[in-house]
């Protein structure tokens, strides 16, 4: 299990990731895998859950909650006759399994100087537009260079007077 990258969930931009690689969670299963993460280590019930994260209106079947946790097994992955992370406890509901999830937080404030490095990590897929938005942010900041990561900052990339 220690070898097993954790879950990684940025609440405030509705992001998630297991370990390095983003996760495209549609509204309702981030919605779901933020719940169960909340209440790591603890079962919670289908009707608990159908309440919780569907609305205390919900009248419809649970098969829907089973739907949606498939979905998420899928996409985080995890394998449904062995599950690491979300397990089914029969009969009674899920468990996200204690020690997977880590809480983090896309809030940071950066003070950077002309000629200053700036390196971002965590940034998912560098698109074209991120990149675009990285060089002008290196032109208006007048920085020596804006690195953008898709994962963790590779200390190797950065230039040798910054990485000791």
Avoid at 85 to 96: E, H, P, Q, W
Avoid at 144 to 163: C, Q, T
Wanted: net charge positive; aromatic share 6%; proline share 4%.
């Amino acid at each position: 299990m220690a070898d097993l990258p954790k879950i990684r969930i940025d609440m405030e931009g509705r992001r998630a990731w297991r370990g390095d690689r983003a996760l495209a969670l549609p509204r309702l299963q981030f919605n779901l895998l933020v719940y169960l993460a909340t209440n790591e280590g603890q079962v919670m019930t289908r009707a608990k859950i159908m309440r919780d994260v569907w609305g205390a209106k919900w009248t419809g079947d649970t098969k829907t909650l089973d739907m949606h946790v498939l979905g998420l097994r899928r996409l985080i992955p995890d394998d449904r006759k062995n599950p690491h992370y979300v397990t089914t406890v029969r009969g009674i509901g899920f468990r996200m399994e204690a020690g997977t999830v880590e809480f983090v937080s896309s809030t940071r404030i950066i003070i950077v100087r002309p000629g200053d490095v700036l390196a971002i990590g965590n940034c998912g897929e560098v698109s074209e537009r991120a990149a675009a938005t990285a060089s002008a942010l290196r032109d208006q900041l007048r920085l020596s260079e804006v690195l953008l990561f898709e994962g963790d900052i590779d200390m190797a990339a950065l230039p040798g007077s910054l990485h000791g």
